[in-house]
């Protein structure tokens, strides 16, 4: 695994920064609200929009990690071959729903582009900015997807889930 800046990857920088922010502005929100008796409405829509995004990012991690569901009582019983079998059609169907999914969310984002040219309530970005967030953070998605499948094909065998987060 490729390591970023002070050995750290680019995923958990972003994840740990988008929580930084969203705790920041959620600790701002409630000072203000307790010193000044005045309530930030955007608080809520950034907050909201960085969780989304820092789940989709979350969701590669867990791919990596092999912490996504599973039903590993079966699987462990499965002989290797077929434990490989499995791994394989579970990451491709996994990698095929992301990709139906970015289908439809690149054709909203074309929509709110060009039909619909809808803005957010409270602080007037547009929506299609928002929605951007899950096409460019499933990336990490996808990665994840390929990590797990490849250790688990070709690296140091078929752990459970619960040994390979340790």
């Not at 970023?4 to 203000?32: Q, T």
């Not at 829509?45 to 092999?66: D, K, P, S």
């Not at 079998?85 to 139906?100: D, E, N, Q």
Request: net charge positive; hydrophobic share 55%; aromatic share 16%.
């Amino acid at each position: 695994m490729k390591k970023g800046i002070l050995g750290i990857r680019l995923d958990h920088w972003l994840v740990a920064i988008l929580l930084a922010v969203m705790a920041l502005i959620a600790f701002i929100n409630v000072l203000s609200r307790y010193i000044f008796h005045f309530s930030f409405a955007a608080t809520e829509e950034i907050t909201i929009n960085l969780f989304v995004w820092m789940t989709v990012i979350g969701m590669g991690i867990a791919f990596e990690r092999g912490g996504q569901l599973g039903m590993v009582t079966f699987f462990n019983r499965f002989p290797p071959r077929l434990q490989k079998v499995s791994v394989c059609l579970y990451s491709l169907l996994a990698a095929m729903l992301f990709l139906v999914i970015n289908f439809y969310m690149i054709q909203a984002i074309y929509d709110e582009i060009t039909l619909f040219q809808a803005k957010s309530a409270s602080l007037g970005i547009p929506v299609w900015i928002y929605y951007a967030g899950l096409p460019v953070f499933s990336v990490f998605v996808f990665r994840g997807i390929w990590r797990d499948a490849t250790s688990k094909l070709f690296g140091t065998g078929m752990d459970s889930p619960e040994e390979k987060g340790k």
